[in-house]
């Protein structure tokens, strides 16, 4: 069901690191394989036992594990698809609500599964999931921990679109090379204007708005595609 190695989760935020590096990026689709999307942390590879434990362990581990691996999608530079296969259970869940975009097949489900294991979400559950669906609504899925069909979810706004599952990576493919074409960075400072919307006042959100646009006026495409206005033409970017 992929729960989440150390192993992976290092790979992974490496892998989203040289994404928002890399100009030949242009789009990032995170998927799995199997029955399931992921089915959260694997505790078997987790912290020693309580008895070994001194104050602060967990809190560093969570900071410097399923914190770092869900802000490593928030602040990727180029725009994130998750293609939800089956459960996202737990930081499986969060992994997917941080995305930019989400597609998930009909048989998917999101469950906040801490609850059941008698701890607080974390990897920004609780940061995350108000943002998206209001608090009363956060607070339902959180308290009782039942599993929300693909549907469902899409109906409070978690999902983008549900599909066949036969179809989902088809669509999210479709969706990454129609992200590859655009301007690449036009989007990840929109993706930067958004995200940092939920935590701002207005002067604050219409300043960085206008440095952004400075910013983007500064590229390439940005001048490719005043060029194509003008000469009534398909712009064609190049993520530059």
């Given at each position: 069901m992929?729960?989440?190695?150390?192993d992976?989760?290092?790979?992974i935020?490496?892998?989203?690191?040289d994404?928002?590096?890399?100009?030949?990026?242009?789009?990032?689709?995170?998927?799995?394989?199997?029955?399931g999307?992921?089915?959260?942390?694997?505790?078997?590879?987790?912290?020693?036992?309580?008895?070994?434990?001194?104050?602060?362990?967990?809190?560093?581990?969570?900071?410097?594990?399923?914190?770092?691996?869900?802000?490593?999608?928030?602040?990727?530079?180029?725009?994130?698809?998750?293609?939800?296969?089956?459960?996202?259970?737990?930081?499986g869940?969060h992994l997917?609500?941080?995305c930019?975009?989400?597609?998930?097949?009909?048989?998917?489900?999101?469950?906040?599964?801490?609850?059941?294991?008698?701890?607080?979400?974390?990897?920004?559950?609780?940061?995350?999931?108000p943002?998206?669906?209001?608090?009363?609504?956060?607070?339902?899925?959180?308290?009782?921990?039942?599993?929300?069909?693909a549907?469902?979810?899409?109906?409070?706004?978690?999902v983008?679109?549900?599909?066949?599952?036969?179809?989902?990576?088809k669509?999210?493919?479709?969706?990454a090379?129609?992200?590859?074409?655009?301007?690449?960075r036009?989007?990840?400072?929109?993706?930067?204007?958004?995200?940092?919307?939920?935590?701002?006042d207005?002067?604050?959100?219409?300043a960085?708005?206008?440095?952004?646009?400075?910013?983007?006026?500064?590229?390439?495409?940005?001048?490719?595609?005043v060029?194509?206005?003008?000469?009534?033409?398909?712009?064609?970017?190049?993520?530059?």
């Amino acid at each position: 069901m992929n729960a989440v190695t150390w192993d992976q989760r290092e790979r992974i935020i490496a892998l989203l690191g040289d994404a928002s590096a890399d100009p030949d990026v242009r789009a990032v689709v995170v998927t799995a394989t199997g029955r399931g999307f992921c089915a959260g942390a694997d505790l078997r590879g987790g912290p020693a036992s309580a008895g070994d434990r001194v104050t602060g362990d967990v809190a560093r581990m969570i900071r410097r594990g399923a914190q770092r691996f869900v802000g490593a999608v928030l602040d990727c530079e180029k725009p994130v698809i998750a293609a939800v296969n089956g459960t996202a259970a737990g930081i499986g869940a969060h992994l997917a609500f941080a995305c930019d975009l989400v597609l998930a097949a009909e048989s998917a489900t999101f469950v906040e599964v801490f609850v059941r294991r008698g701890i607080v979400p974390d990897g920004g559950g609780a940061y995350l999931l108000p943002r998206l669906v209001g608090p009363q609504r956060a607070k339902e899925l959180m308290f009782f921990g039942d599993a929300l069909p693909a549907a469902e979810a899409r109906a409070m706004g978690l999902v983008n679109r549900v599909v066949p599952a036969e179809e989902l990576e088809k669509t999210a493919r479709e969706w990454a090379e129609r992200l590859a074409q655009g301007p690449t960075r036009a989007l990840a400072l929109t993706k930067q204007l958004v995200n940092a919307s939920l935590d701002t006042d207005r002067a604050t959100a219409f300043a960085a708005e206008a440095t952004a646009q400075e910013l983007c006026m500064t590229t390439r495409d940005a001048r490719e595609g005043v060029a194509a206005f003008v000469e009534r033409r398909t712009p064609s970017y190049e993520g530059r």
